[in-house]
T-cell receptor, first 113, second 113 residues
């Protein structure tokens, strides 16, 4: 079974802090994704990556950056956390090509105070 | 603008009931529609539908795509409390990848004993 592991289940940070959310997948998938999920807004794509060192902006990249130095790891960085970044963050991966479903991690619930 | 709309947004039923969840889409160059189930953690993949009129089944769950009506339904028969979850549908355009997936806001299903 594909395993997508997010490093933290719950995280509480202060406004202005730099925050790293880590995601690791064990199936050699080319594609990795970061979403945030908010009530009433559904899943929104922040960034995705098709290969090591490659990244593409999603629908809501403002205030975020990403890093993919190794194929299995995709990090989401909040350079200066703000309260409106309080959310559930979901990482996902999929094989290369366009016709495979996403495999999601269990999510990180981030609270910024 | 491409969009996916799910209805109802929430639904409460009793065990043993049959439910139908709806997903409609307006997507340029539509290719496939995907359904996911999200309990407390990661969304898990249920179905991918590409051809119109062909039902996909998994136990008590089934789904079908109607390209004429630009919609899909997810049926759950003989519901159980374990079916309580948010059901997400997402549309995938041609020529795109999962980075182009367009998610609906989800239907929250609650099954009462």
């Amino acid at each position: 079974d594909v395993k997508v592991t997010q490093s933290s289940r719950y995280l509480v940070k202060r406004t202005g802090e730099k925050v790293f959310l880590e995601c690791v997948q064990d199936m050699d998938h080319e594609n990795m994704f970061w979403y945030r999920q908010d009530p009433g807004l559904g899943l929104r794509l922040i960034y995705f990556s098709y290969d090591v060192k490659m990244k593409e902006k999603g629908d809501i990249p403002e205030g975020y950056s990403v890093s993919r130095e190794k194929k299995e790891r995709f990090s989401l960085i909040l350079e200066s956390a703000s309260t409106n970044q309080t959310s559930m963050y979901l990482c996902a991966s999929s094989p290369g090509g366009g016709n495979s479903p996403l495999h999601f991690g269990n999510g990180t619930r981030l609270t910024v105070t | 603008e491409d969009k996916v709309v799910q209805s109802p947004l929430s639904l409460v039923v009793h065990e043993g009931d049959t439910v139908t969840l709806n997903c409609s889409y307006e997507v340029t160059n539509f290719r496939s529609l995907l359904w996911y189930k999200q309990e407390k953690k990661a969304p898990t993949f249920l179905f991918m539908l590409t051809s119109s009129g062909i039902e996909k089944k998994s136990g008590r769950l089934s789904s079908i795509l109607d390209k004429k009506e630009l919609s899909s339904i997810l049926n759950i028969t003989a519901t159980q409390t374990g079916d309580s979850a948010i059901y997400l549908c997402a549309a995938l355009p041609h020529g795109g990848s999962q980075g182009n997936l367009i998610f609906g806001k989800g239907t929250k299903l609650s099954v009462k004993p």
